[in-house]
């Protein structure tokens, strides 16, 4: 019941080869036989035993119903502390463990001796002691960008490479505990040096093991193909079965004694022996331990090795040979079974991946639940890039930046506590209310901590002695004959165009580009009346900047300058209206309908498509006990907050020349007073007196065997990217108690049961709307992007934090945006969320493809990254005394392609093609001058553009992208 992207499902579609493990029967009374003739059964004993790997574990979950500091002191440290002991006690012993989020913390610990750490290394380079993962975190599969993933394995795997060495680097995944597993793991995984992903929790295990199907060959993405390639296991037993044979054998509780061994092995035998059944070749792990074991160590491994004791002596009658074992252990006899041709006999699972995951109800509320803390986790991915893109590239070519080291630890507590919520309960919003504030508090604090470093990285490009406030406060609060300047950074290596918002407080307001020191078009409208508004008006520009750009503006009361003051739009009702409204640009016609007050059509006229679409925001009712913090489950199908015309939504209209903009309160209850839902819309002007002219493009020749650029020239132009989309802002709650609100969009594009889901934002997968499941079952995961399409039109949407979303209706497409259960679903905490939540959708309609659909899905989530400074009044020569005034000590252009004097404006000297986007650039651990960098392709080769250059390989000659930070060598 597993989809996958173009390709067939994993679950039903997987081809078996001829290899079968060794056979063997068992009977109900533990009794072991292998064949009713004793001589049979000492050669199949002989030629054929059983191998059984014993690896004990503790799954120590970085947050969930205690703080990562509550879980650290209270077992934890007295995991590692004993396990340690009962390693250095006894050789044979061996143990694994994965969160670096815990092991950094006990290995700095002040309670942790030297002697403890040199025990610790003398058992790891034994090999009793073994990394796996390595991540800081086991991380969600359904929730987080491929990007976090990638940054919280560097974490943990540089921190063991500088400690252990490069030995250290963990080659196994294991994902055991995470709801569902996606492509992009097997995909990242393989990319980190892994050759094995083993996973546990998926749907339909019993099928599974039955055909033989836990080991397979994963191709997480089709693009990469064997570059992306691993061996993919999954556990046997249950959907816990991470814990299944620490369930059969609780040592804690019931220690192996003499006069229970007997009971205890023939135990450990029926179930090997049946587990063995399911797999293809005579190798077995048996997984001991479960969530926080061996916290005292000592009775757990004293019973193990009696009942391996017994086990051994029994090796000949049994053919069951078990050993204390590491995950290497393991696959290294898997990799050699039959001769080493194991791997390759396998069946190919080629981009498939296991959501939704069904456990007695479907898990797919996790998918939204606590929806504020998936946007807090998202502003913080975005600004703690943006914040080590600046201070590296500054460090490139600043020596004074790489020897401050404040500048550096200022970025670490972002860096942490965005890999914290990648943990497979953190993001996820799955955690108890207390550790739901520990990662929202951490990532605000990390961002608070980290912005200085970047406020000095801008100060130094901008050539400016002062203090840079992070945000646009400074322009908030602007007084009369005041002036303020904004700069603005692009952390995405693609020149950018778009409109900029900021709040202010005041209409008589003037813009002005600072390095030309010409005017700036400028709209004010009317702030929406949210609970997270401050302001009374909020105001649109547009701004131009290069790839890994910086930008001034500058922002003054009209009686300090001579330039046009900003037009002011305020919003005025639509009040009993007989017609339907029409909002335009050069793109796009949007009607509104004068029945429900609703968007009901939309056209492309550059596209020349058009589609009727119903918008409107629904909800579901909670079914009892089911819909919780990790399942939803609803009572009946959704219903419309406006579903007459006596409930249309109460709306107001903004127009001005360079954006259209509606406020909406739906109908809730009784009021419109009472609601807890409201949008905004924005659509935006292509005049072309409001938006910068276009970027430069990039030309292909396929005679070219350089090693320069080689890359289509985008045919879309990068001004198109400023008003090629519709803005839809939601303000959400206080839901009432199980409610859960979902975002609808009714078109009459012919999609039949066809949608289309991203891959935690790296690749897009192709679902299809079963209608023997229920709704809950056909609910998918979505991370950046999602979008129905029939032969002509395609409806994309795109996502600034993750969703559950499904297509139930041929042309239909909804998203659940905010939850609100208040119960349990008997997974782990209850859901009750009171918080109002301010979700985002972006709109992208036109025919058939995802060039525009990509792009503006990374302009969406790597938005600007903005400081002010210079405060002052404008009517004289002097800086005055607030916050941020400084003075220019002269200009410097470091990398600027400004031909102005002034610093207002450059670039650091990076420019991509536009189907590559640059997802690291940094230098965290690295030596002097070594920089960390990761380049990503953003389309896929198979995917729905296939026939588009854009899909193709790019080749790049980096000291030609690279003209600043320039590369003399590489490895």
């Given at each position: 019941?597993?989809?996958?992207?173009?390709?067939?499902?994993?679950?039903?579609?997987?081809?078996?080869?001829?290899?079968?493990?060794?056979?063997?029967?068992?009977?109900?009374?533990?009794?072991?036989?292998?064949?009713?003739?004793?001589?049979?059964?000492?050669?199949?004993?002989?030629?054929?035993?059983?191998?059984?790997?014993?690896?004990?574990?503790?799954?120590?979950?970085?947050?969930?119903?205690?703080?990562?500091?509550?879980?650290?002191?209270?077992?934890?440290?007295?995991?590692?502390?004993?396990?340690?002991?009962?390693?250095?006690?006894?050789?044979?012993?061996?143990?694994?463990?994965?969160?670096?989020?815990?092991?950094?913390?006990?290995?700095?610990?002040?309670?942790?001796?030297?002697?403890?750490?040199?025990?610790?290394?003398?058992?790891?380079?034994?090999?009793?002691?073994?990394?796996?993962?390595?991540?800081?975190?086991?991380?969600?599969?359904?929730?987080?960008?491929?990007?976090?993933?990638?940054?919280?394995?560097?974490?943990?795997?540089?921190?063991?490479?500088?400690?252990?060495?490069?030995?250290?680097?963990?080659?196994?995944?294991?994902?055991?505990?995470?709801?569902?597993?996606?492509?992009?793991?097997?995909?990242?995984?393989?990319?980190?040096?892994?050759?094995?992903?083993?996973?546990?929790?998926?749907?339909?295990?019993?099928?599974?093991?039955?055909?033989?199907?836990?080991?397979?060959?994963?191709?997480?993405?089709?693009?990469?193909?064997?570059?992306?390639?691993?061996?993919?296991?999954?556990?046997?037993?249950?959907?816990?079965?991470?814990?299944?044979?620490?369930?059969?054998?609780?040592?804690?509780?019931?220690?192996?004694?003499?006069?229970?061994?007997?009971?205890?092995?023939?135990?450990?035998?029926?179930?090997?022996?049946?587990?063995?059944?399911?797999?293809?070749?005579?190798?077995?792990?048996?997984?001991?331990?479960?969530?926080?074991?061996?916290?005292?160590?000592?009775?757990?491994?004293?019973?193990?090795?009696?009942?391996?004791?017994?086990?051994?002596?029994?090796?000949?009658?049994?053919?069951?040979?078990?050993?204390?074992?590491?995950?290497?252990?393991?696959?290294?006899?898997?990799?050699?079974?039959?001769?080493?041709?194991?791997?390759?006999?396998?069946?190919?699972?080629?981009?498939?991946?296991?959501?939704?995951?069904?456990?007695?109800?479907?898990?797919?509320?996790?998918?939204?639940?606590?929806?504020?803390?998936?946007?807090?986790?998202?502003?913080?991915?975005?600004?703690?890039?943006?914040?080590?893109?600046?201070?590296?590239?500054?460090?490139?070519?600043?020596?004074?930046?790489?020897?401050?080291?404040?500048?550096?630890?200022?970025?670490?507590?972002?860096?942490?506590?965005?890999?914290?919520?990648?943990?497979?309960?953190?993001?996820?919003?799955?955690?108890?209310?207390?550790?739901?504030?520990?990662?929202?508090?951490?990532?605000?604090?990390?961002?608070?901590?980290?912005?200085?470093?970047?406020?000095?990285?801008?100060?130094?490009?901008?050539?400016?002695?002062?203090?840079?406030?992070?945000?646009?406060?400074?322009?908030?609060?602007?007084?009369?004959?005041?002036?303020?300047?904004?700069?603005?950074?692009?952390?995405?290596?693609?020149?950018?165009?778009?409109?900029?918002?900021v709040p202010v407080n005041r209409l008589d307001l003037v813009l002005v580009d600072s390095t030309s020191q010409k005017p700036l078009p400028c709209q004010i409208n009317d702030a929406p009346t949210w609970n997270n508004i401050t302001s009374k008006y909020n105001l649109y520009f547009p701004v131009s900047l290069a790839a890994l750009g910086y930008k001034t503006y500058t922002v003054s009361t009209s009686s300090s300058s001579s330039s046009p003051q900003c037009?002011?739009?305020?919003?005025?009702?639509?009040?009993?209206?007989?017609?339907?409204?029409?909002?335009?640009?050069?793109?796009?016609?949007?009607?509104?309908?004068?029945?429900?007050?609703?968007?009901?059509?939309?056209?492309?006229?550059?596209?020349?498509?058009?589609?009727?679409?119903?918008?409107?925001?629904?909800?579901?009712?909670?079914?009892?006990?089911?819909?919780?913090?990790?399942?939803?489950?609803?009572?009946?199908?959704?219903?419309?907050?406006?579903?007459?015309?006596?409930?249309?939504?109460?709306?107001?209209?903004?127009?001005?020349?360079?954006?259209?903009?509606?406020?909406?309160?739906?109908?809730?209850?009784?009021?419109?007073?009472?609601?807890?839902?409201?949008?905004?819309?924005?659509?935006?002007?292509?005049?072309?007196?409001?938006?910068?002219?276009?970027?430069?493009?990039?030309?292909?020749?396929?005679?070219?065997?350089?090693?320069?650029?080689?890359v289509p020239s985008a045919p879309v132009p990068d001004a198109e990217y400023a008003y090629n989309y519709v803005d839809v802002q939601y303000e959400l709650g206080v839901l009432p108690a199980k409610t859960e609100i979902i975002a609808s969009f009714q078109s009459d594009i012919k999609s039949g049961g066809t949608f289309y889901t991203d891959s935690n934002g790296y690749e897009i997968h192709k679902r299809k709307y079963d209608p023997t499941l229920k709704i809950?079952?056909?609910?998918?995961?979505?991370?950046?992007?999602?979008?129905?399409?029939?032969?002509?039109?395609?409806?994309?949407?795109?996502?600034?934090?993750?969703?559950?979303?499904?297509?139930?209706?041929?042309?239909?497409?909804?998203?659940?945006?905010?939850?609100?259960?208040?119960?349990?679903?008997?997974?782990?905490?209850?859901?009750?969320?009171?918080?109002?939540?301010?979700?985002?959708?972006?709109?992208?309609?036109?025919?058939?493809?995802?060039?525009?659909?990509?792009?503006?899905?990374?302009?969406?989530?790597?938005?600007?990254?903005?400081?002010?400074?210079?405060?002052?009044?404008?009517?004289?020569?002097?800086?005055?005394?607030?916050?941020?005034?400084?003075?220019?000590?002269?200009?410097?252009?470091?990398?600027?392609?400004t031909s102005s004097s002034s610093s207002f404006s450059g670039d650091l000297g990076v420019l991509l093609p536009p189907n590559i986007h640059l997802l690291t650039f940094s230098n965290y651990g690295q030596s002097a001058g070594q920089f960390l960098v990761r380049l990503t392709h953003i389309f896929s080769i198979d995917g729905v553009d296939a026939n588009n250059p854009l899909t193709q390989p790019v080749l790049l000659d980096l000291s030609i992208v690279f003209?600043?930070?320039?590369?003399?060598?590489?490895?």
């Amino acid at each position: 019941s597993s989809s996958s992207s173009s390709s067939s499902s994993c679950h039903l579609h997987l081809e078996i080869s001829s290899i079968e493990a060794c056979p063997r029967e068992h009977n109900s009374n533990n009794i072991i036989r292998l064949s009713s003739s004793s001589s049979h059964l000492q050669q199949q004993i002989k030629t054929c035993p059983l191998y059984v790997y014993l690896v004990p574990h503790s799954h120590d979950d970085v947050g969930w119903l205690k703080t990562i500091d509550g879980y650290y002191e209270s077992e934890v440290k007295n995991i590692l502390d004993t396990v340690l002991q009962q390693l250095v006690a006894n050789q044979e012993r061996k143990f694994i463990y994965v969160e670096q989020a815990y092991f950094t913390r006990w290995w700095y610990d002040k309670n942790t001796t030297d002697l403890q750490r040199t025990q610790l290394r003398t058992v790891h380079f034994r090999g009793q002691f073994e990394f796996v993962l390595g991540g800081w975190t086991m991380p969600d599969e359904a929730c987080t960008t491929y990007s976090s993933i990638a940054d919280e394995y560097t974490l943990g795997h540089m921190f063991l490479s500088q400690t252990f060495g490069p030995s250290a680097r963990p080659t196994k995944g294991w994902q055991i505990d995470p709801f569902g597993a996606s492509s992009t793991t097997p995909t990242l995984g393989k990319l980190a040096g892994f050759d094995v992903q083993l996973i546990d929790r998926v749907s339909n295990k019993p099928t599974l093991e039955k055909e033989k199907l836990l080991q397979f060959r994963w191709q997480g993405s089709p693009s990469l193909g064997a570059k992306s390639e691993l061996l993919g296991e999954i556990m046997g037993g249950d959907t816990n079965g991470y814990c299944d044979w620490f369930f059969r054998f609780d040592f804690n509780k019931d220690p192996v004694h003499w006069f229970d061994i007997d009971i205890y092995g023939k135990l450990f035998l029926d179930t090997a022996l049946k587990r063995g059944e399911d797999y293809r070749s005579p190798h077995l792990l048996a997984q001991w331990g479960c969530d926080f074991q061996f916290q005292t160590a000592q009775p757990m491994f004293e019973s193990m090795d009696k009942l391996v004791d017994w086990l051994q002596k029994r090796e000949n009658e049994t053919g069951v040979i078990v050993r204390y074992a590491t995950l290497s252990d393991y696959w290294s006899s898997i990799f050699s079974y039959n001769n080493g041709t194991f791997y390759d006999d396998l069946p190919l699972n080629v981009g498939g991946d296991f959501f939704p995951l069904d456990d007695i109800l479907w898990w797919t509320g996790y998918f939204t639940s606590r929806p504020v803390l998936k946007g807090v986790v998202r502003e913080g991915e975005a600004v703690g890039r943006s914040l080590d893109l600046l201070y590296s590239f500054v460090s490139s070519f600043n020596s004074s930046f790489v020897n401050n080291t404040n500048l550096a630890n200022n970025l670490m507590p972002l860096r942490v506590a965005n890999a914290d919520a990648t943990h497979h309960d953190g993001v996820t919003g799955t955690s108890v209310p207390e550790v739901v504030d520990m990662f929202i508090n951490d990532i605000l604090d990390g961002i608070e901590k980290g912005v200085p470093t970047g406020a000095a990285a801008l100060s130094h490009l901008l050539a400016y002695k002062g203090d840079l406030a992070y945000g646009a406060d400074a322009i908030l609060n602007l007084k009369t004959g005041q002036s303020v300047h904004i700069v603005l950074f692009n952390s995405l290596a693609w020149p950018r165009v778009e409109y900029y918002m900021v709040p202010v407080n005041r209409l008589d307001l003037v813009l002005v580009d600072s390095t030309s020191q010409k005017p700036l078009p400028c709209q004010i409208n009317d702030a929406p009346t949210w609970n997270n508004i401050t302001s009374k008006y909020n105001l649109y520009f547009p701004v131009s900047l290069a790839a890994l750009g910086y930008k001034t503006y500058t922002v003054s009361t009209s009686s300090s300058s001579s330039s046009p003051q900003c037009f002011y739009s305020p919003s005025v009702e639509w009040s009993s209206p007989t017609q339907d409204l029409i909002i335009s640009n050069a793109m796009y016609n949007i009607t509104l309908s004068h029945i429900t007050g609703r968007l009901a059509h939309i056209q492309n006229v550059l596209d020349g498509v058009q589609n009727g679409v119903d918008q409107d925001i629904r909800q579901y009712e909670s079914e009892k006990e089911v819909s919780g913090a990790y399942a939803f489950g609803p009572k009946g199908s959704s219903m419309s907050l406006s579903s007459s015309s006596s409930s249309r939504p109460l709306t107001y209209i903004s127009k001005g020349p360079l954006l259209s903009e509606l406020h909406q309160t739906f109908e809730c209850g009784s009021s419109f007073t009472s609601s807890y839902a409201k949008q905004v819309i924005k659509l935006y002007s292509s005049s072309t007196s409001s938006i910068p002219s276009s970027s430069p493009s990039f030309s292909y020749d396929d005679n070219d065997n350089s090693n320069n650029i080689h890359v289509p020239s985008a045919p879309v132009p990068d001004a198109e990217y400023a008003y090629n989309y519709v803005d839809v802002q939601y303000e959400l709650g206080v839901l009432p108690a199980k409610t859960e609100i979902i975002a609808s969009f009714q078109s009459d594009i012919k999609s039949g049961g066809t949608f289309y889901t991203d891959s935690n934002g790296y690749e897009i997968h192709k679902r299809k709307y079963d209608p023997t499941l229920k709704i809950q079952a056909n609910y998918y995961p979505i991370v950046y992007t999602s979008f129905i399409a029939d032969n002509t039109s395609q409806l994309s949407f795109l996502h600034e934090r993750s969703h559950g979303g499904s297509s139930l209706l041929s042309g239909q497409m909804e998203m659940m945006l905010h939850r609100n259960p208040n119960q349990t679903d008997h997974f782990g905490p209850g859901l009750t969320d009171e918080d109002v939540a301010y979700p985002g959708l972006r709109i992208v309609y036109g025919k058939p493809g995802l060039e525009r659909v990509l792009r503006q899905a990374h302009l969406f989530n790597f938005p600007l990254l903005s400081y002010t400074f210079g405060v002052n009044n404008s009517s004289s020569n002097d800086d005055d005394n607030d916050a941020g005034a400084g003075k220019y000590p002269g200009s410097r252009s470091a990398g600027s392609k400004t031909s102005s004097s002034s610093s207002f404006s450059g670039d650091l000297g990076v420019l991509l093609p536009p189907n590559i986007h640059l997802l690291t650039f940094s230098n965290y651990g690295q030596s002097a001058g070594q920089f960390l960098v990761r380049l990503t392709h953003i389309f896929s080769i198979d995917g729905v553009d296939a026939n588009n250059p854009l899909t193709q390989p790019v080749l790049l000659d980096l000291s030609i992208v690279f003209t600043l930070a320039k590369p003399v060598s590489l490895q």
